[in-house]
């Protein structure tokens, strides 16, 4: 298989000269320059005027893209961190004006208006009219600031370890011992993962009361009353609002959470516990081993890309590239910032996967869903302008959360034993039921976070438990680990780094549903669809291009309802 791989070639430049690399903003300031004095005489001419400027735009990208990924690869090499920093202060700072002149010119250019019958351009227009809209310049210092801020946060959580017998674990590393049968074992180790992220809660705390003060800023200097508002427009949200944020979250309370309680009833008589705790929540609740899908980065690469094969020799390829492009980097380790990411190289086409792999199930299910991201970007790579290569994160989650559920048709190949696989098939089930109110909770807290940015530390951790209790199951018994549940939100890296990117996981969860109850109909037909949709990129809206994959973008009680159905049907299957 992997001597017919081809590995693609970057696209041959007809802007910038073929050797050049983004190093100082001087060498790159020409370019910005030439594309800001260039007349536009005819739509041809401005259709090649956008992708120069498209291509700029994806070398750029990709160096961006590069300095943050050996960044969080290796948070402990300070050259690497340097690098970032030089483009986040340095470069950065002087594009954001020039970019916006360029808004300016092409929403100017009287051949606009012909392309807006155009697939993808309407689109197009209306987020530079957003862009411009949403511009100032008294900005570009404090977001300099916030992205330099954001850093922190992976260094400090990734310089987080706990010794366990003796072996310095990363707290990724830990956690796997949570689900051990040995309830002693699971206690301790917990403890210790809380203890350590304890030790680290006042410097995490200042550092996100100073994140929300600067964005509260730069909504204000937008002309924004919070930075909610601003940030739904920074996203180009134009297909929902805030009240339908808040219609999702009463929706899981209703429809979901009740679900969770009864699982979490079960587990507890399971485990035949008279409490259940916080570290009884991972291990099997029949006390079986935890489920081990692969022993290795390399295992685990191996084992995704022919289950990707399997569904489809096109998903195959696309992990296979990855690998031998050395684009997968995949096993925690000392060092390296928490998380896992799929980053998109805006240039070569071949994204980057990261993440903190050891051996669980879930990491098995982060590596598919990751991988998804990987497939939507190789879907994409053929569309003309970057634009369209850029879908909002409601379609790209999608991409990823559909793809944990349509590939557990080949998870034969992690887990041959029947008995392991059906296991395997019902926690994905059950996380789901665990997801939805995880992101109701997050987006909650955060709506109330930036519509009250002036609250102290105190009023915080009080609406943060009433936000969790809201969501969480009643039967988890937190006695002694109040103050570890004051934090849990601390742990969430994107209300550090991405704000507000999180209902998009809520939404995309219940298209992957969807996607999948196609799938299960016809196997064929639901991945035709599911492949269908992201080739869109982002040339239609949100809602029609979950129509291309057969699926509504509906959030309402009634279709959720609908949704948690099947799973619940499903579940009594397995």
Not at 64 to 84: A, L, P, V
Not at 327 to 344: C, F, I, Q, T
Not at 393 to 419: G, Y
Not at 539 to 554: G, H, Q, T, W
Request: aromatic residues 12%; contains cysteine; hydrophobic residues 35%.
């Amino acid at each position: 298989m992997s001597q017919a791989i081809e590995i693609p070639q970057r696209p041959r430049r007809t802007f910038l000269p073929e050797e050049f690399k983004v190093t100082t903003w001087g060498e790159l300031k020409p370019y910005f320059e030439k594309l800001l004095g260039r007349a536009i005489h005819s739509t041809s001419e401005l259709k090649e005027w956008l992708r120069h400027r498209s291509e700029l735009e994806s070398v750029i990208s990709e160096e961006s893209g590069w300095r943050y990924i050996r960044m969080t690869c290796y948070t402990d090499k300070q050259e690497y961190t340097n690098s970032y920093q030089e483009f986040v202060q340095q470069i950065q700072p002087e594009i954001a004006p020039y970019a916006d002149q360029l808004n300016k010119k092409v929403l100017d250019c009287p051949f606009l208006r012909e392309l807006e019958s155009e697939a993808g351009y309407n689109i197009m227009i209306r987020n530079l009219k957003k862009e411009v809209e949403l511009f100032r310049e008294e900005n570009i210092p404090l977001m300099t600031e916030i992205t330099t801020e954001t850093q922190q946060y992976a260094a400090v959580s990734g310089a987080m370890t706990v010794e366990v017998n003796g072996q310095e674990l990363t707290l990724q590393q830990a956690s796997v011992i949570l689900q051990s049968t040995d309830r002693a074992r699971r206690e301790e180790v917990y403890q210790k993962i809380s203890a350590r992220r304890l030790q680290d809660k006042d410097r995490l705390d200042d550092l996100f009361t100073k994140l929300v003060g600067l964005r509260h800023q730069v909504a204000s200097n937008a002309g924004f009353s919070n930075f909610r508002d601003y940030m739904f427009k920074a996203y180009g949200r134009f297909d929902y609002t805030p009240k339908d944020c808040f219609d999702f979250h009463t929706a899981i309370a209703s429809e979901v959470v009740p679900i969770l309680n009864q699982l979490s009833k079960e587990r507890k008589e399971k485990l035949k516990l008279d409490a259940l705790r916080p570290w009884d929540k991972a291990v099997d609740a029949e006390g079986r081993e935890a489920l081990k899908a692969f022993t290795d980065g390399k295992d685990l690469s191996d084992k995704s890309i022919r289950c990707f094969q399997n569904l489809d020799p096109f998903l195959g390829n696309c992990l296979s590239v990855m690998n031998q492009m050395g684009h997968l980097d995949l096993e925690s380790r000392k060092g390296k910032a928490p998380g896992g990411y799929n980053y998109p190289l805006a240039e070569t086409s071949v994204p980057f996967i990261f993440m903190n792999a050891t051996s669980t199930m879930r990491d098995m299910t982060t590596m598919m869903h990751e991988g998804g991201h990987a497939v939507h970007n190789f879907l994409t790579k053929d569309l003309e302008l970057n634009d369209f290569k850029s879908p909002p994160m409601e379609v790209a989650e999608l991409a990823s959360m559909s793809m944990e559920l349509i590939s557990m048709d080949q998870w034969h190949i992690f887990f041959t034993n029947q008995d392991e696989l059906k296991r395997a098939r019902r926690e994905q089930l059950e996380d789901i039921v665990e997801t939805l109110p995880w992101v109701a909770t997050i987006d909650k807290f955060q709506h109330w976070i930036y519509e009250n940015p002036a609250h102290s530390s105190a009023q915080r951790k009080e609406n943060w438990n009433r936000i969790f209790d809201e969501f969480a199951d009643t039967v988890t018994d937190w006695r002694g680990l109040e103050v570890t549940k004051d934090y849990l939100w601390q742990k969430q890296l994107h209300l550090y780094e991405v704000p507000f990117y999180y209902i998009e996981y809520g939404m995309a969860q219940l298209g992957a549903i969807a996607v999948w109850r196609n799938f299960k109909k016809n196997k064929q037909r639901g991945l035709d669809g599911y492949m269908q949709a992201l080739r869109l990129g982002y040339l239609k809206s949100i809602p029609e291009i979950y129509a291309a994959a057969n699926v509504k973008f509906d959030f309402s009680k009634g279709y959720i309802k609908e949704l948690m159905d099947f799973v619940q049907e499903e579940l009594e299957k397995v």
